[in-house]
């Protein structure tokens, strides 16, 4: 499957738990990521209608490999404020949504191809872009990447 832009969302008052590492991008934001499943599982957070953000917090071109901050977050609904993470809010705005297969191959390719997809649009490179994974669209083995937009 290739990417498909599937339109464009706002985004207001999100908060996360959430955990960060920092160092080089890779395999250590994939430990990270199982990690903190792990966690939620462990304290009955996981459920059918939670949502993973998975946010790169700095770009690897302009910022050293170890240096790189990756932050994996759940939002945070109003039944779930007992949570013992950290939390921060996600900044509002506007965000073209992409839905991407939810493999390495599907990812992977989505990063290399960023530019293309993006081309039309008014990117915003003073937000991160947000990995989503809604439990609904990882059931389906999809996953969407959110691209912050003026």
């Known amino acids: 499957m290739k990417e498909k832009f599937s339109g464009i969302e706002e985004f207001k008052d999100i908060e996360i738990a959430y955990m960060r590492r920092t160092g080089a991008y890779g395999p250590g934001n ?36 170890e240096k790189q901050r990756y932050d994996v977050g759940i939002i945070i609904t109003d039944g779930e404020k007992k949570i013992d993470l950290p939390t921060r809010k996600i900044p509002d705005g506007r965000y073209a949504i992409f839905e991407v297969a939810h493999t390495v191959g599907g990812v992977s390719h989505f990063w290399e191809n960023i530019q293309n997809l993006t081309s039309d649009l008014p990117v915003d490179n003073t937000k991160p872009i947000i990995e989503r994974y809604a439990s609904s669209k990882v059931s389906a083995h999809l996953c969407e990447f959110c691209v912050p937009v003026r």
């Open 30 to 65: 994939n430990q990270l990521m199982d990690d903190f499943k792990a966690h939620l599982k462990e304290h009955n957070l996981l459920t059918d209608n939670s949502t993973i953000l998975g946010i790169a917090m700095d770009d690897p071109i302009q910022t050293p490999p």
